[in-house]
């Protein structure tokens, strides 16, 4: 076990309470999510691992050791991308990427070919001289993960690595992202990216309101989360929701003209047919079926949590 949190809370000054007895473990060789609505207490939860700030109560364990007792041994083992776009000044990706090698302990050579490699690897190679200034926000952000990745602790904090990149990179940084839990680390990866991460979680927290809401592993989150398939429908412009089908297994859930139904997979077919029909008749314009994602798992626990930090303390409150 790499990295335990044990019952921590962190209530800032001013009486929020970010962080509200969580416990989570992480194994080297994972990478676990932590997903959540804006606010719920990612990233005081991470910056905590990072010996960044201070619980107010709880622990904290990197292997044996504090990382609140001791921040400087937290910054040692542990290699942070932080959410906020890193302040390059001055320096090219390459000068910046290679330096941090080289003072993570990489020998000359090797700082150079880890640079190289991982620019590669995310195709940012093309800017790899250009001063930092004159970058843009998608390729700073992945120099910033460079940053973290090039010669990484034990465990690798990456606090929404995938801001502002494009598809095509967001694929190659998730590839790398994998590759360094292969390689042995922990990673603890806060995304909002739910869908292009769900394939590289070993594990993943939903915290709400400070809160762990769900734990699992991908299948066992899904495992208790109702019926296995999901057929979302989009509504032709003027058309009335249609009456709940006799092959959903709830109302559906609603986003303007887009309807989206769970189901059993032994009604997979009848519900194709169904949706063929109207769009035959005009009523559907598109519609695909595809297995329950990480996404509608997390949508279905967010419409059950209370709506405001204000509402949590009326439902905590004795
Ligand atoms: N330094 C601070 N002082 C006071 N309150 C803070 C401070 N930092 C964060 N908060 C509050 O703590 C709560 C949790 O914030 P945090 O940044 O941890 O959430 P998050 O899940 O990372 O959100 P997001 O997805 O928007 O980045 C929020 O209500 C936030 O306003």
Same mark, same amino acid.
């Given at each position: 076990? &790499?990295?335990?949190?044990?019952?921590?809370?962190?209530?800032?000054?001013? @009486?929020?309470?970010?962080?509200?007895?969580?416990?989570?473990?992480?194994?080297?060789?994972? /990478?676990?999510?932590?997903?959540?609505?804006? @606010? #719920?207490?990612?990233?005081? *939860?991470? !910056?905590?691992?990072?010996? %960044?700030?201070?619980?107010?109560?709880?622990?904290?364990?990197?292997?044996? @050791?504090?990382? +609140?007792?001791?921040?400087?041994?937290?910054?040692?083992?542990?290699?942070?991308?932080?959410?906020?776009?890193?302040?390059?000044?001055?320096?090219?990706?390459?000068?910046?990427?290679?330096?941090?090698?080289?003072?993570?302990?990489? @020998?000359?050579?090797? #700082?150079?070919?880890?640079?190289?490699?991982?620019?590669? #690897?995310?195709d940012?190679?093309? =800017?790899?001289?250009?001063?930092?200034?004159? %970058?843009?926000?998608g &390729?700073?952000?992945l120099?910033?993960?460079?940053?973290?990745?090039?010669?990484?602790?034990? +465990?690798?904090?990456?606090?929404?690595?995938s801001n502002d990149v494009d598809p095509v990179r967001r694929r190659l940084l998730w590839?790398? &992202?994998?590759?360094?839990?292969?390689?042995?680390?922990? /990673? %603890?990866?806060?995304?909002?990216n739910?869908t292009e991460?769900?394939?590289?979680?070993?594990? *993943?927290?939903?915290?709400?309101?400070?809160? $762990?809401?769900?734990?699992?592993?991908?299948?066992? *989150?899904?495992?208790?989360?109702?019926? #296995?398939?999901?057929?979302? &429908?989009?509504?032709?412009?003027?058309?009335?929701?249609?009456?709940?089908?006799?092959?959903?297994?709830?109302?559906?859930?609603?986003?303007?003209?887009? *309807?989206?139904?769970?189901?059993?997979?032994?009604?997979?077919?009848?519900?194709?047919? =169904?949706?063929?029909?109207?769009?035959?008749?005009?009523?559907?314009?598109?519609?695909?079926?595809?297995?329950?994602? $990480?996404?509608?798992?997390? %949508?279905?626990?967010?419409?059950?949590?209370?709506?405001?930090?204000?509402?949590? !303390?009326?439902? +905590?409150?004795?």
């Open positions: 076990m &790499v990295l335990r949190v044990d019952h921590v809370c962190k209530e800032y000054r001013g @009486g929020v309470r970010a962080n509200d007895d969580i416990s989570i473990r992480v194994n080297a060789g994972q /990478v676990y999510g932590l997903l959540g609505h804006n @606010g #719920a207490g990612k990233t005081t *939860l991470v !910056n905590q691992v990072a010996g %960044l700030i201070r619980p107010t109560s709880g622990t904290i364990r990197i292997g044996d @050791g504090d990382p +609140v007792a001791d921040p400087g041994f937290a910054h040692r083992v542990c290699s942070v991308q932080p959410q906020a776009q890193v302040p390059l000044m001055g320096v090219t990706p390459r000068q910046a990427i290679t330096l941090v090698a080289r003072i993570r302990g990489a @020998g000359r050579a090797e #700082a150079a070919t880890a640079t190289q490699r991982l620019l590669e #690897a995310l940012i190679t093309e =800017w790899a001289d250009t001063p930092a200034e004159r %970058l843009s926000g &390729v700073r952000r120099a910033a993960y460079c940053l973290a990745a090039v010669r990484p602790g034990q +465990v690798i904090v990456l606090d929404e690595p590839q790398q &992202v994998r590759s360094l839990a292969d390689d042995g680390a922990a /990673v %603890l990866l806060v995304t909002h739910l991460v769900e394939r590289i979680l070993d594990r *993943l927290s939903v915290l709400a309101h400070g809160r $762990v809401v769900a734990e699992g592993t991908v299948a066992d *989150l899904r495992a208790g989360a109702g019926p #296995a398939l999901r057929l979302d &429908v989009s509504l032709s412009a003027g058309t009335e929701e249609p009456a709940v089908p006799a092959f959903a297994a709830q109302p559906p859930r609603r986003d303007r003209q887009r *309807l989206v139904y769970a189901l059993d997979t032994a009604e997979a077919v009848a519900a194709t047919e =169904w949706a063929a029909r109207m769009q035959a008749a005009g009523a559907v314009e598109d519609f695909s079926l595809y297995p329950m994602r $990480v996404e509608d798992i997390y %949508l279905a626990l967010e419409e059950h949590q209370p709506a405001t930090d204000e509402e949590v !303390n009326d439902v +905590v409150a004795p």
